[in-house]
């Protein structure tokens, strides 16, 4: 998961705790102050009432109690209700005539009973009822408890639209929250991502990337850091370049005279010599030694950008043909066919001949080494897509799976391999491919062979 989507997250999270935090809160306190408010007016109410029975007397209450409690009832909401000091119910607002004795004993009238009053809350058919009851006195005794009831149903509406409301409120500023969340994770994240950009860059060989520093926070160093660093890598990069490339320049002159000098003793000795014979070596390891030199030039001049293509027309299928003509003895000697085969007898691009024949001769030197005797490599040609498609085939002993995406690193050389070099042919290929707008794939499976695709954009016309 991404720091953005994290961050987000956590906003939302926070934003959503901190509302059902209040919304429980005031919810609770709301109902508290609700309920409290009709507690205190029954009770009031009560106690305001009971000032009715001051002229009556215990004996009185069970023949007046209907009326009075009628008479009460016009003055509140609640119901009201007569009970005598045994709890036994004597009159109520909500009946006509005088009720049933049956005795009510909620603990709101057992503490009026005791001589204080009493409130209890409880469900009667699904809905919220609050008592309050309160005794009665007429000057000497206590003489009945007057019970006043009142419906919470429009507490619990209130309370209701209140908790509708807050899951309107917590939604819409969750959006809110994700859309500013992710605005300002997107701000936070943004100079991480640049440096993130910058070291894959590097990571792939650009040591000329550096990262934007875009403020002075564990950011801003960690970039600082990072172009530091880039910076030091990049200057060994170019010494280690410069290296190869002076060596290779002193190498070359010893090498042309040692060459120059052996030639020149092969015509003062005898042909079938001992000495010829060893003459002859040191020609042959002299020009392996050349070889390896150049290509260890060709390798710093690219990899320096010293590297000059010469762009002109290029007849791809004449190129193709004579390359494989050169290469042929070199493949006889290692007892192996090269055939060409052209689908398409004119293919014409814009190149540079001398090191596109390198590439050619690199890879089908591969293949050929890589070749027991008796095997074949082909070599195709044809146009697709706009493009020269080269594919180089052979039937060698094919590269291993976790081998090929090295293959055209630079120094890299198969573990399998037997024959010496340096691992540069196919950096060196590839570099010359891609300065042709090109590109160089490979397909290969153990001891079956490898193919080699090549695809050049064709000379426009
Ligand atoms: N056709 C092929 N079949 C099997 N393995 C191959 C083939 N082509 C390349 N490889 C593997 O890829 C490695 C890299 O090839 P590359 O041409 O870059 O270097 P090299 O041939 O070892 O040395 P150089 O070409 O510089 O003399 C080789 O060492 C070899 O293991
Ligand atoms: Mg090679």
């Not at 003895?329 to 293919?347: E, F, M, Q, T, W």
């Amino acid at each position: 998961m991404s720091i953005k989507i994290k961050l987000t997250i956590s906003y939302i999270l926070l934003i959503t705790m901190i509302i059902i935090f209040f919304g429980v809160i005031s919810t609770l306190t709301l109902e508290k102050y609700y309920i409290d408010n009709i507690i205190e007016i029954l009770t009031s109410q009560g106690t305001s009432f009971s000032r009715v029975f001051d002229s009556y007397i215990d004996a009185d209450i069970y023949t007046i109690s209907q009326d009075v409690v009628k008479n009460l009832a016009t003055d509140t909401n609640a119901q009201v209700q007569v009970l005598n000091m045994e709890g036994m119910l004597l009159g109520d607002s909500t009946l006509s005539s005088t009720p049933v004795p049956v005795k009510i004993l909620t603990p709101d009238v057992i503490q009026a009973i005791s001589g204080e009053s009493g409130v209890y809350t409880e469900k009667i058919n699904n809905e919220r009822v609050l008592h309050v009851s309160v005794p009665v006195k007429n000057k000497l005794n206590y003489v009945a408890i007057l019970r006043l009831s009142s419906s919470l149903e429009e507490v619990s509406n209130i309370i209701k639209r209140l908790v509708l409301f807050l899951a309107l409120v917590l939604t819409v500023s969750s959006l809110v929250a994700l859309i500013i969340g992710f605005f300002i994770a997107n701000e936070l994240t943004k100079p991480l991502e640049m440096v993130k950009e910058a070291t894959q860059e590097m990571a792939k060989g650009n040591f000329k990337v550096r990262a934007e520093k875009t403020s002075n926070d564990e950011i801003g160093i960690l970039a600082d850091s990072f172009n530091k660093m880039a910076e030091e890598l990049g200057q060994l990069e170019e010494m280690k370049n410069e290296f190869i490339s002076n060596i290779s320049h002193e190498l070359k002159t010893p090498l042309t005279s040692i060459k120059g000098f052996a030639i020149t003793a092969m015509d003062l000795v005898e042909k079938n010599s001992e000495l010829y014979e060893y003459l002859n070596i040191i020609d042959e390891e002299t020009d392996r030694l050349s070889r390896l030199v150049d290509e260890l030039l060709d390798f710093s001049k690219i990899e320096l950008n010293k590297i000059k293509l010469s762009f002109e027309e290029v007849e791809l299928d004449k190129l193709i043909e004579d390359t494989v003509a050169i290469l042929r003895p070199h493949a006889s000697n290692y007892g192996v066919n090269l055939i060409c085969k052209k689908k398409i007898d004119r293919v014409v691009i814009n190149g540079d001949v001398n090191r596109l024949k390198q590439v050619l001769v690199n890879i089908i030197d591969n293949g050929i080494k890589a070749c027991s005797r008796g095997k074949y490599v082909k070599v195709f040609l044809d146009i697709k897509d706009k493009k020269a498609v080269i594919r180089i085939e052979d039937q060698g002993q094919g590269i291993p799976q976790e081998e090929i995406k090295y293959i055209f690193d630079k120094f890299y050389r198969g573990k399998n391999n037997k024959y010496s070099g340096t691992g540069l042919g196919l950096a060196i290929s590839k570099k010359i491919i891609e300065e042709h707008k090109g590109t160089i794939t490979v397909e290969s499976e153990v001891g079956k062979g490898s193919v080699f695709t090549i695809e050049l954009p064709l000379k426009d016309r």
